[in-house]
């Protein structure tokens, strides 16, 4: 990426606040597989979280020892599991991923509680006092949100197709992430969504994926576009927010 381009003020730190750490984006990558925690393909989740690092390297992001740390387990999980096992040892007691999934079934249990007690009713914030007639309440069902995790492995996901064009030619333009945002918006002054990955020209280079990237975070933080997912994990979309 440029030494000087110009990266708008909080624009990546949101990046890091997708995940809570290391255990949950473990979670992550398995639930969004349909992996069993209990048998944890170690050497497909390894190259998969190994990845997702690389990729937060890439935006210039500084990650937490806890994720580097995490990833050196990883590795050293994988590198054991390739060695011979003893017959004499319990098989629970020999599987070297044995420690790693006791930590995430323990986490997945203090998560799920945490996200019941967050769909419990909070006063003021989901029931108030008030008065008022119920046939004047006219109710629109929002839309749900997608979460930044998946926006963040659709762009990993850009970013492995721009690694395959690696050994093209590539011009490079000076970058700016406002002129990028207003393309965008170009681009999306249609009735219809656009995919997410048609925001990306992948010709440009990682340099070029990058400032889109950000100026679609950008955009979304300004609340010039929306980014809708029509059923859990399915394609994500991009459409220009229209003023009601």
Request: include cysteine; aromatic fraction near 6%; charged fraction near 30%.
């Amino acid at each position: 990426m440029p030494e000087d381009l110009y990266i708008p003020p909080d624009a990546l730190k949101v990046c890091l606040d997708a995940f809570e750490g290391p255990l949950d984006l473990l979670l992550y990558l398995i639930r969004k597989q349909n992996l069993d925690i209990l048998n944890i393909p170690i050497s497909h989740i390894t190259t998969q979280y190994i990845s997702y690092i690389e990729m937060m390297s890439e935006l210039n992001l500084e990650l937490a020892a806890e994720y580097l740390l995490m990833a050196a387990l990883l590795a050293e999980i994988k590198s054991r599991m390739l060695l011979p096992r003893q017959k004499d040892v319990e098989e629970d007691e020999d599987d070297p991923r044995a420690f790693l999934i006791r930590k995430l079934q323990e986490y997945e249990c203090i998560k799920k509680a945490a996200e019941e007690i967050e769909q419990l009713p909070r006063y003021e914030r989901d029931i108030f006092d008030t008065m008022v007639e119920v046939s004047d309440i006219n109710v629109i069902k929002k839309q749900p949100d997608v979460a930044l995790k998946d926006i963040l492995l659709a762009f990993q996901n850009v970013l492995k197709h721009v690694e395959q064009l690696s050994h093209h030619q590539i011009t490079k333009e000076p970058l700016s992430v406002r002129e990028r945002m207003a393309a965008i918006l170009e681009k999306l002054n249609r009735p219809d969504s656009l995919a997410f990955s048609a925001l990306f020209t992948r010709t440009e280079g990682k340099g070029g994926v990058v400032v889109s990237f950000l100026a679609i975070l950008e955009l979304s933080k300004e609340g010039f576009i929306e980014i809708i997912q029509s059923e859990p994990f399915a394609e994500l979309r991009v459409r220009a927010k229209t003023s009601n």
